[in-house]
């Protein structure tokens, strides 16, 4: 893959400068340019997507889009982080950028022409997850069907907070039939984004409790903040389980070993640094498990089987699974 890669960058050493200048002259790229780039872009995986733009610091934008595959943005990753410094003339980026020009076109969808300055979208702001939930309506919803509603719905909301935009700040999106009570216009979502952007910490630690087939608690602290767009390349997950020394009949810690299990926690924080990335932890049948989102280089995996090797009172358990999409997440909701 990292061939295809370099090939691609290799090709586009010379056919960048005639893409910027089909650009400049405000022209249409040639059917031919287009199918290299198609070529060059399937060569490094099927299912990855591009798009051209205006760059941030140069004149030009290249996206190479993953459409929320975590595998492929990975591979996209990898691909930027090859590409050439900016000189003015491209940025290169792994997601589809806001464009609120954009939201003043009319596209046509399923043969009802949809004129994007219609668009509503009703905000509910989550902030315990440091996000809101979102649902878009068009006069001519009613027309199309929900698949191609939420077709115009995350067209829309990428051109006006762009892709990764969307996944850091929103959480449920949805689209409605009936204009909902209090919506906005699209631009009104780019102002509550910045305002949650502005308040954000990126730690908003939530306890749940549940109940085991026994009847016995499970607890469980999880950062409901962290977002996965933030730690692309933490893509392996770290389950640590360590066993209660004294727990009670109920299977938790008394209160001075639940000390004791804090301070494990942050010399494990501190120990791993910037390879690993905490999630959260659960304490059930006298065990307390933590997780975390690492690197995939083995410096964290490195380290904390130092941590175990040198810590057996605590009769340490390690599991490793690689998971880019971070779906050992979803089971806390």
């Not at 975590?70 to 982080?81: I, K, S, T, V, Y």
């Not at 979208?121 to 939930?133: C, G, K, N």
Request: some cysteine; hydrophobic content about 45%; proline content about 5%.
């Amino acid at each position: 893959m990292s061939d295809a890669i370099g090939e691609f960058w290799n090709w586009w050493s010379s056919a960048g400068a005639v893409f910027a200048a089909a650009f400049d002259l405000r022209t249409a790229p040639t059917e031919g340019m287009v199918d290299d780039l198609n070529a060059h872009v399937e060569k490094i995986a099927e299912g990855l997507a591009w798009e051209f733009g205006p760059g941030t610091t140069a004149r030009h934008g290249l996206s190479l889009t993953s459409l929320g595959d975590p595998e492929l943005r990975l591979l996209a990753e990898a691909w930027r982080m090859q590409a050439p410094p900016s000189d003015g003339t491209w940025d290169y980026f792994t997601a589809r950028q806001a464009h609120p020009g954009e939201l003043t076109l009319t596209l046509n969808f399923g043969g009802v022409d949809i004129d994007y300055a219609r668009l509503v979208v009703a905000l509910t702001p989550d902030e315990a997850r440091e996000r809101i939930d979102v649902a878009l309506w068009h006069p001519l919803f009613s027309e199309i069907d929900e698949a191609l509603q939420r077709q115009v719905a995350f067209l829309a909301l990428d051109a006006a907070i762009g892709e990764d935009g969307v996944e850091r700040w929103l959480g449920a999106i949805d689209t409605a039939v009936d204009e909902p009570e209090g919506a906005v216009l699209l631009g009104g979502l780019r102002d509550a984004v910045a305002a949650m952007q502005a308040q954000s910490t990126g730690e908003r630690f939530a306890v749940l409790r549940g109940q085991l087939p026994t009847g016995l608690p499970v607890f469980a602290a999880v950062n409901f903040a962290l977002k996965r767009v933030d730690y692309l390349l933490y893509a392996m997950h770290a389950q640590l389980t360590v066993v209660l020394q004294a727990p009670n009949e109920h299977g938790l810690p008394a209160q001075a070993e639940g000390e004791q299990l804090a301070t494990v926690e942050d010399e494990l924080t501190a120990m791993l640094g910037a390879q690993a990335v905490f999630l959260g932890r659960e304490t059930y049948e006298g065990k307390r498990i933590f997780h975390w989102f690492a690197l995939e280089d083995g410096t964290a995996h490195a380290a904390l089987d130092a941590w175990c090797a040198a810590h057996p009172a605590w009769q340490p358990a390690l599991q490793w699974q690689r998971d880019p999409g971070w779906q050992v997440a979803r089971k806390f909701g």
